[in-house]
Each structure stands twice: as C-alpha cells, then as structure tokens.
C-alpha cells in the first residue's frame, strides 16, 4: 500500500525558516509531478510548489523567492524549503505525488496527511 508521510512542520517566529519532507513509500511503479499545497482556517487548498520529475517547478507569487521545492528520486521524497516566513503561510501543508503502484500501473493522485505550520508575529 502506497502512502505518503510528511514531516518537519511545527511553530516558528515571522522572518524563520522551516523545511518539510514527504516521502513516499510502498510498492511503487513509478512517480511524476509532486508538490505541496497548504489551507488555512476558512479558505481554499491552495497549490504551494510543484515539481516535475524532471525538476522544473512552479510558484505563485505569494511564495515565490521565499520558497523551494525540490526532490529526490532516489528516496521517493520532495522537499519544501520555507524562507522569510510569515504570518499568512500558517496552515496545513500537505504534499501531493501523481504516482503509480506496483499492482494497477494506474498514475492517480496520492496526499499526504498534512502537516501543520504555525508562524508567530
């Protein structure tokens, strides 16, 4: 069974830095893009970062220069670096992979469980 798990979340002060991880696990075929999406209390679940299995990524502008994604293919996981934090990137983040098992050979969507980040002013 397939799984993301994410981690590295937690509570850090306006102007930190927090890194988060999300490896993949499981019978896995293959994987293409990953990426991360966050929401916060009363809004929509909003793309983050996004990365090709080739390495191309794409940002908003609300964290672009702040933020960046990057992966490992080796160890099935992707990588969220935070910058110069602020209080608005508090929320939930969770990671995203279209990926393949073992079994079906079928590329879907897989989520992580979410991870929280909190940012202090």
């Known amino acids: 069974q397939v799984q993301l798990v994410e981690s590295g979340g937690g509570l850090v002060q306006a102007g930190g830095s927090l890194r988060l991880s999300c490896a993949a696990s499981g019978s896995i075929f293959g994987i293409n893009d990953m990426g991360w999406y966050r929401q916060a209390p009363g809004k929509q679940r909003e793309l983050v970062a996004a990365?090709?299995?080739?390495?191309?990524?794409n940002y908003p502008d609300s964290v672009k220069g702040r933020f960046t994604i990057s992966r490992d293919n080796g160890k099935n996981t992707v990588y969220l670096q935070m910058n110069s934090l602020k209080s608005e990137d508090t929320a939930v983040y969770y990671c995203?992979?279209?990926?393949?098992?073992?079994?079906?050979?079928?590329?879907?969507?897989?989520w992580g469980q979410g991870t929280q980040v909190t940012v202090s002013s």
């Open positions: 995203i992979a279209d990926l393949a098992d073992s079994v079906t050979l079928d590329y879907t969507d897989y």
């Open positions: 990365i090709t299995s080739g390495g191309r990524t």
